[in-house]
């Protein structure tokens, strides 16, 4: 008498049904690019890769048009960094006590812990401005260190894929997790939007309306670390948070309100990501370098552009409120 096979939990299969779109999506860019000569997109690697490049070109300037707006592009390099001490802590459970545990998850669950210190120092002591992001990024990147120096340098070069990103290390359930990730981010910014605008616009005010915002202050770095650990396997913890300014700071030269700005933001993220994964195929350079340096050529782009072109904004005079778009005397969010 043989055993009946245990049911498969809720997470298995849909982890495996993400897999199975991932494979499909894989195909269907393999199938419309062939013809027109494009073979890249017909590997399985640079097909999980281009698939999570694609969430990253989202759910970073998304996030990031929140924290650029509140004054908080630094957040993004402070996780990064705290993320750098999680992925030692995880490869070195791995080296010193085979602890079967991925980098990634000890970098998410150290990066989200960050997070919500830097808004518990910033709300229980006299520390203003970016001080409590300044003290928290020093102390994750020296935790970082020290646990790696704990090993007998092991560790050290493994550590470096994580610094600054492969598109070889982008594995099928990688990609899914990294989809799911996307898709939670995406969804509680659509829940939260507009509470999310008002504390961003105006936080006295947000107050003064019985808005909850020290919630949404810790759910926004939450899901800044979210976005940072997602992004960390292309880009490296090095780069990272680029993909949180860079493209908001290009959709500002020309977006007329919040909205645009986050909407151009993010086509821009996606140029940038699929450009240059595209370079780092073509020419065998680092992943991440190559779509920062995308971004950063699409904003002197738009910058250029903002100068030469009549500007929309001049005729803009007042700020409105009209449905989440908020905009000033110079047209920009």
């Keep these: 008498m043989t055993a009946a096979p245990l049911p498969q939990s809720s997470t298995v299969l849909l982890l ?65 960094h705290t993320a750098f001490a999680g992925v030692a802590i995880g490869l070195f459970l791995g080296s010193a006590f085979e602890i079967g545990v991925s980098p990634y998850v000890t970098a998410l669950v150290v990066a989200v812990l960050s997070a919500l210190l830097i808004e518990l120092i910033a709300d229980y002591t006299d520390a203003y401005g970016d001080v409590s992001m300044a003290i928290v990024l020093s102390g994750g990147f020296a935790l970082g260190t020290v646990v790696i120096s704990l090993t007998d340098g092991g560790i050290a070069v493994g550590i470096s894929q994580y610094l600054f990103g492969s598109l070889s290390t982008v594995t099928l359930e990688n990609a899914s997790v990294l989809l799911l990730l996307s898709a939670l981010v995406v969804g509680v910014v659509g829940l939260t939007y507009k509470q999310l605008l008002f504390v961003t616009f105006d936080e006295t005010a947000a107050r003064v309306a019985r808005v909850n915002v020290p919630l949404y202050n810790r759910l926004m770095v939450m899901l800044t670390a979210l976005v940072v650990v997602a992004a960390m396997q292309i880009m490296g913890v090095i780069l990272v948070a680029a993909m949180l300014v860079v493209p908001v700071a290009a959709a500002a030269q020309v977006a007329r309100s919040f909205r645009e700005s986050v909407l151009v933001a993010v086509v821009v993220g996606e140029l940038a990501v699929l450009l240059g994964l595209a370079a780092s195929y073509q020419y065998g350079v680092a992943a991440g370098g190559a779509i920062v340096l995308v971004a950063i050529g699409l904003y002197a782009v738009a910058v250029v552009g903002d100068r030469v072109a009549p500007r929309r904004s001049e005729t803009a005079t007042e700020a409105t409120a009209d449905g989440g778009d908020v905009r000033n005397a110079e047209g920009r969010p």
């Design 16 to 80: 495996e049904f993400v897999n199975r779109l991932v494979q499909l999506f894989g195909d269907g860019m393999c199938a419309a690019t062939r013809p027109l000569g494009f073979e890249i997109l017909c590997y399985q690697f640079m097909q999980q890769a281009f698939v999570a490049g694609l969430c990253v070109g989202v759910v970073a300037p998304l996030v990031g048009s929140f924290l650029v707006h509140r004054e908080m592009a630094f957040i993004g390099d402070t996780l990064a």
